[in-house]
């Protein structure tokens, strides 16, 4: 089956799913399908034109025209990432156009010397920067009145400026950018209430719309027409009486939100200067945008009379008369506008500086609105989007004309906001970075442009133990195709010290997995002289981890994470805010048992069954078999510690006996019995125990509510479902043996037509679990030991199959060729039909059987942005919560929440209070009497239990010949003697906890031990 869709992107006729699967499950085939037919002009090309540039690119537009004439200089390195020493004096949309076409072979990019306003008829949307005000109206005059969307940005130093204008009749076909809610019903009164099964809430709101399927009883409901609902309760909706649909009542089914498209009417920017709408990002800072509406247009008035020079960084003669600029422009806007000249004045000093941080942060959001604007999917910004981060700027040097002013360098941009001994710091800085996937490249690329590491003393090590794959290329920008297969640290480590060849022998890159098993290269050593840390992860295991790390060796910690348009940055600051493990997210939800076995009600059921059913078919009962083959002792101790070695043995003697295959053929035979027991087999068992005419021991149905009653599939070679099954249970089974793939039909219709499947009669006293509380029908069967030893004398032994290994099918949702999908699609849609379920394509198969996490380069320039923003404020040392923000934002509504974050908590003993997470006694490698004495003495508190890891050290109850065995030892050699593990070379501290009473007797909470060894 192909992994491409029938939607045309270039004119090729295909959108390559293999690329842009990650962004496929944020926007869906028909927003990329309108994004595709787009082309996009963008005026401007220093750092905040090309990140938009680049992240539209790598969205996948039509086209991308770059329009700047303006020639490149040294100050324009600080942010723009594709700009060289070499490009000095050549115009940047030149330079940047082919190293912007080498992001997506699907998006042509050029540039254009001239433009005329005529020229904008060609584009679906216009975004302009580094463009004076007057040309803005110009140029927005002539899109609004002919239907382009248009977007002005620009990016100030701490402060940037967005202004949204599509028209003044855009239709927004996705208002909210959630997944549509469904739900299970129990029933319809012919008044149209609906009430939901098992009292789950539905989530609807007065003028949502739905739409339904599966209803028993009126058919016409099922028919895909959207139904306005009226809220009666948490469990309950109307949608008006169904009479006029031909019935009385209805049962069952499953509703379905319908997302109903919003007309918006937008101003344009001469009438929005006039009178604004804003978009608010920070409701800390909610009296600012009117603030910023003027400074901007005064920016703009200001280089209108300098021959477009903006004021000179801290020069207070320009602050001044940028201020009476603004002062004329707020009288005229809002006589009642009082000017905060403090800030304005900020604004001036601020003028010429340029952030990468602040180009990625604004370069993101700009970009996802050039998305809406082409997909009419999400909210767009209504219509003034102001931004500041004021708290980034540095108060631990001085900030002057003098220590401000241009040096000549690639990185004046920055000092022209942070001054000339902040960017030493940065220079000098120790980072490590923990994953160089989507995130990781898009920080590796702000710390180049930052200059971050590039000193005598800094350095950069980054770690990722993945390799680059196809659908990284869509958000992960460091890597091209040619990159596919490479390691993803080095690769990353090498693409940025080309953007700025200071990195060069500044960057070390590993390919280790951070967790205890490396612990012998992320030791003491390697922590102790980090400056901070940075995770750029996909897991929450590995963030704890790291994040424990990061506690005991009192090392500053910037987190963050994506989830489609949504993201989230959270700075962990030593001995001030709580760490990341404070707080965990709710574990993910899971399925019943007895549900995914035996009473499935959704798709979902069924790809998660069928994902099961592929280990279970292919991967562990290969792994049992190479294991018999190799381990002397497995048929022992599986016999011991196995909770159903009764399927184990089974497995390998069918695999190593039964049906074990010598041809391609005999692979499409079993595949076939597969098909029988699975779908046909099985599902008469389950009838038979359960009649569709069953009661329960109350008298009501047994099939019904969320139960629904099956019907076995006869297998149809001309049925495409039953087909696909064949095909991929086969060719996966052959890959476990070895066997070459065979792929011609005329072989599967030869075998499968004279394939007599044998008679299945129902067995009687064979137990189903109904209820996930009630024993799994293995443990009864596992229980007969004769049976078992019959079976494991059976199995042929190993030295007869000297060198025969089989081949374990390890899933891997992102290779088309392998069939692994294409089986759990095929699996999952024949039990759904099993179960009368709405059966689901491969798109979304795969998203739910591969766990795919939605991702867009948009939200991933965002948070790397901000989490440098707050880089920032760790190299300055603020000392105060509210100088640091954890950030929360969702690009799909133009949500953005900023709060300070939480103190890391405090704990009393004696009187003395310490700190919770941060605090820790540190020791010598003193003996347990030693250590007992020391806290005695010292802390007035008596060690009751003393533990490291899961050894358990002391207990004032254990017995006084152990206790006196103990006492004289010091603690890493009892360490050792417990464990009776050696302490690895690397390690120079050991953990301890400890559990203690206060002088009262009374126990108390107490932080943990380090002990030097």
Known sequence: MSSKMNIDQTGSGTIDEGLYSRQLYVLGHEAMKQMSQSDVLIIGCKGLGVEIAKNVCLAGVKSVTLYDPQPTHIEDLSSQYFLTEDDLGVARAEVSVPKLAELNQYVPVSSTPQLSIQDLKKYKCVVVTETSLSKQLEINDFTHENGIAFISADSRGLFGSVFCDFGPEFICTDVDGNEPLTGMIANITDDGTVTMLEETRHGLEDGDYVKFAEVKGVPALNNGQPHKVEVKGPYTFSIGSIDVLGGSAATGGIFTQVKMPQKLAFKSLRESLKEPDYVFPDFGKMLRPPQYHVAFQALSAFADTHNGALPRPRNDADAGEFLQLAKKI???????????????????????????????????????????????????????????????????????????????????????????????????????????????????????????????????????????????????????????????????????????????????????????????????????????????????????????????????????????????????????????????????????????KNFPNRIEHTIAWARDLFEGLFKQPVDNVNLYLSSPNFLETTLKTSSNPREVLENIRDYLVTDKPLSFEECIIWARNQFEKFFNHNIQQLLFNFPKDSVTSNGQPFWSGPKRAPSPLTFDINNRAHFDFIVAAASIYAFNYGLKEETDPALYERVLSSFKPAEYTPKSGVKIQVNDSDEAPEAAANSDKQELKSIADSLPPPSSLAGFRLTPADFEKDDDTNHHIDFITAASNLRALNYEITTADRFKTKFVAGKIVPAMCTSTAVVSGLVCLELVKLVDGKKKLEDYKNGFFNLAIGLFTFSDPIGSPKMKFNEKEVDKIWDRFTLPNFTLQNLIDHFSEKEGLEVTMLSSGVSLLYANFQPPKKLAERLPLKISDLVEQISKKKLEPFRKHLILEVCCDDKDGEDVEVPFITVKV
């Open 330 to 596: 707020g009288t005229s806007f809002d006589s009642q506008l009082e000017l905060d000249e403090k800030l304005l004045k900020e604004v001036s000093y601020q003028a010429k500086g340029d952030l990468v941080s602040m180009c990625a942060f604004l370069g993101g959001i700009v970009a996802q609105e050039v998305l809406k604007s082409t997909t009419s999917k999400f909210f767009p910004f209504k219509q003034f989007f102001y931004f500041d981060s004021l708290e980034s700027l540095p108060t631990s040097v001085e900030l002057s004309e003098e220590s401000c002013k241009p040096r000549g360098t690639r990185y004046d941009g920055q000092i022209a906001v942070f001054g000339a001994e902040f960017q030493q710091r940065l220079s000098s800085l120790n980072q490590f970075l923990v994953g160089a996937g989507a995130i990781g490249c898009e920080m590796l690329k702000n710390w180049s442009m930052m200059g971050v590491a590039t000193g005598e003393h800094g350095h950069i090590h980054v770690t990722d133990m993945d390799s680059i794959e196809k659908s990284n290329l869509n958000r992960q920008f460091l890597f091209r195709p040619r990159d596919v297969g490479k390691l993803k640290a080095e690769s990353a480590a090498n693409a940025v010290a080309i953007m700025n060849p200071s990195l060069t022998g500044k960057i070390t890159s590993y390919q280790e997995r951070v967790g205890p098993e490396s612990e012998g290269i992320f030791g003491d050593e390697f922590f102790g002289n980090l400056s901070m840390v940075t995770n750029a992860l996909d897991n929450v295991e590995a963030r704890l981890y790291v994040d424990r790390r990061c506690v005991f060796f009192e090392k500053p910690l910037l987190e963050s994470g994506t989830l489609g348009t949504k993201g989230n940055t959270q700075v962990v600051v030593p001995h001030l805010t709580e760490s990341y493990g404070s707080s965990q997210d709710p574990p993910e939800k899971s399925f019943p048992i007895c549900t995914l």
